[in-house]
């Protein structure tokens, strides 16, 4: 794959000055506090949702998907400020430990390359699909965390510490076959289990930087901005449907993020045509549900409070996308399923990827060949479990 490296991260896309952006604005949390949305709060958090007798929407279909959200189900909490707990918590060394390393040993070699590499690499034995190194911008982390609690939501202290200068993205790859079948339930599989195995493999990875003399704070959506850190890190970039590209898996991955006072090597800022051919395409705004997603230019302009002021792109309408949500009766992935950049590896997808950089005048040849292929056309669930 062909990419551009750049100077700028994330914070190409900025106009001016901005200001933290507050977690309780994001669409998950305004019901639980915003009085016009507490009816949509009611019918996503409590009520029960019943199976069909359809394919995709049956009680098996119910049933993966909440084995899926166990493990992430089960490291979150707000009961700590900022934090989680067990895989997530902040300061857990927990009761066992083997082999057993006396208290207190720090790695001598500390040489930025080095411990970068074996950051990498443990990351990627953990589990993950990708992994790149950022210097903390600070604008990135929330002004304040918000908790979805039994009891509502929870506002929390966000301190990540001063000498907590480096953040490691770890991209989460989720099933391209599961992702096929969106809207249906087999599409929120590969979501529930993206969530798990960001908790289980940032969990991992802080405990191993502990383990090596320094201090590390993992963290899911929680703490701070994933996008523009991944961008920050040399992941990708942002797309017409609001979500990171990446080089490798496209919009197909979740992200998680470990905070750490070891110094580290950053990655560089990379391009790759994303903006570009996003002018052009818009299947992602086409086949979204609910008209979510803009066919316009980028804007300044946000929708709503969701939105953050100052930023030039694609601003995703989260009302509308999370009543559709509800209406459906689980999550939507359609902006994923669709995206062109969003393809298993193979020569023939790597060489389009390599066009979409090199040669801009083709891009509506690639999307016709896209269209030809038949990619991005919905499975029929009828057959996910056969």
Request: proline share 6%.
């Amino acid at each position: 794959m062909s990419v551009n490296y750049v100077k700028e991260g994330a914070s190409r896309y900025l106009l001016g000055e901005v200001t933290p952006f507050d977690q309780k604005n994001e669409m998950f949390k305004r019901p639980l506090w915003e009085e016009k949305f507490s009816d949509l709060g009611k019918r996503f958090y409590h009520d029960k949702v019943q199976p069909k007798d359809k394919p995709g929407y049956e009680l098996k279909d119910q049933a993966a998907v909440n084995a899926g959200w166990y493990l992430d189900e089960v490291c979150h909490s707000a009961d700590q400020k900022g934090g989680g707990k067990n895989l997530y918590a902040w300061n857990w060394d927990g009761n066992f430990s083997y082999p057993r390393a006396p208290f207190g040993l720090k790695i001598q070699d500390t040489d930025p390359r080095i411990v970068t590499r074996d950051i990498k690499k443990a990351a990627t034995l953990f589990g993950a699909s990708l992994v790149g190194v950022s210097k903390l911008d600070r604008r990135w982390l929330y002004a304040s965390s918000y908790f979805v609690s039994a009891n509502g939501g929870v506002e929390a202290e966000n301190i990540i510490p001063e000498d907590f200068k480096y953040v490691i993205v770890i991209g989460i790859e989720m099933d391209y076959s599961s992702i096929m079948h969106s809207p249906a339930h087999p599409s929120s599989m590969a979501t529930a289990i993206g969530y798990s195995k960001m908790a289980f493999v940032s969990g991992l990875l802080a405990k191993f930087i502990r383990g090596m003399g320094f201090n590390a704070i993992p963290s899911g959506n929680d703490t701070g901005l994933s996008i523009p850190m991944a961008i920050d890190a040399g992941l990708g970039e942002i797309a017409r449907n609001g979500l990171l590209i990446t080089p490798k898996l496209g919009p197909r991955l979740r992200l998680a993020k470990v905070y750490t006072d070891m110094q580290l090597l950053p990655d560089q800022p990379i391009e790759f045509g994303v903006k570009d051919f996003c002018m052009v395409c818009g299947k992602c705004a086409q086949k979204c549900p609910s008209r979510s997603i803009d066919l316009d230019a980028p804007s300044y302009e946000p929708h709503n409070i969701s939105n953050r002021k100052g930023i030039n792109t694609w601003h995703i309408n989260a009302e509308t996308c999370l009543t559709f949500w509800t209406e459906n009766g689980t999550d939507c992935s359609n902006c994923i399923r669709v995206c062109p950049f969003n393809k298993p590896p193979g020569l023939l997808h790597d060489m389009v990827r390599w066009g979409i950089n090199k040669v801009r005048r083709l891009d509506h040849l690639y999307l016709q060949g896209d269209d030809f292929m038949g990619y991005g056309k919905r499975k029929g669930a009828r057959n996910f479990w056969k």
